[in-house]
């Protein structure tokens, strides 16, 4: 099936830096990318929908200054938390669809744990 | 507005059956999921439905959807220690985007 790597898989930072992660998409074009984040005990809520080549559309409540996504390539999709703070910690996924992949399936990646200290 | 709930916690024996119950309220959703998590891991689809479907049969796994009352459960037939995750149903919206419930946390007792 299809792969997505996401990294790092966790990173503690310390509060006021930006943290970069990473979402690639291994073996298909990724079209579409969207970032998830986890609270402890919590569902993934979306954060933002990416299409290659375009700017990201956030949903409601996600401050887009805050959490740049990139998605310049087909198979590379950054997600940076700018100005890191506590309340940022959580548990970050990224999902992709697109060519090569079945349309019915969003292949996620393993997740990234940040911690803001 | 989009929402999807499960029942938050399940415990079963080594070997029973596991079902799992989840509500969805958008009746235009096409597709249906069942995603698991492990510990610090990210999802691993383990199946999906198509909305005109009722049941779908995959190994050790079926689900069954009841479109009018929107609701959708997964049965894990013989469950094992190693079933033991997070479970979450999620509805397809428009653009691909999926509305998670809150999981459900399975614990499987040996």
């Known amino acids: 099936g299809a792969v997505v790597s996401q990294h790092p898989s966790w990173v503690i930072c310390k509060s006021g830096t930006s943290v970069k992660i990473e979402c690639r998409s291994l073996?298909?074009?990724?079209?579409?990318m969207f970032w998830y984040r986890q609270f402890p005990k919590q569902s993934l809520m979306l954060m933002a929908t990416?299409?290659?080549?375009?700017?990201?559309?956030?949903e409601q409540g996600v401050e887009k200054d805050k959490f740049l996504i990139n998605h310049a390539s087909l198979t590379l999709s950054t997600l940076t938390v700018t100005s890191a703070h506590p309340e940022d910690s959580s548990f970050y996924i990224c999902?992709?669809?697109?060519?090569?992949?079945?349309?019915?399936?969003?292949?996620f990646g393993q997740g990234t744990r940040l911690t803001v200290v | 507005g989009e929402d999807v709930e499960q029942s938050l916690f399940l415990s079963v024996r080594e070997g029973d059956s596991s079902v799992i119950n989840c509500t969805y309220t958008?009746?235009?959703?096409?597709?249906l999921y069942w995603y698991k998590q492990e510990p610090g891991a990210g999802l691993q689809l383990l199946t999906y439905?198509?909305?005109?479907?009722d049941m779908k049969q995959d190994q050790r796994l079926t689900v069954l959807l009841n479109k009018k009352d929107k609701h959708l459960s997964l049965r894990i037939a013989d469950t094992q220690t190693g079933d033991s995750a997070i479970y979450f149903c999620?509805?397809?919206?428009?653009?691909?985007?999926?509305?998670f419930g809150a999981g459900t946390i399975l614990r499987v007792k040996s």
């Open positions: 958008d009746s235009s959703s096409t597709y």
């Open positions: 999620a509805e397809s919206m428009s653009g691909n985007k999926l509305v």
């Open positions: 999902s992709a669809t697109g060519r090569g992949a079945r349309d019915t399936e969003a292949f």
């Open positions: 439905i198509f909305s005109n479907m």
């Open positions: 990416s299409n290659e080549g375009s700017k990201a559309t956030y």
């Open positions: 073996d298909f074009q990724a079209t579409t």
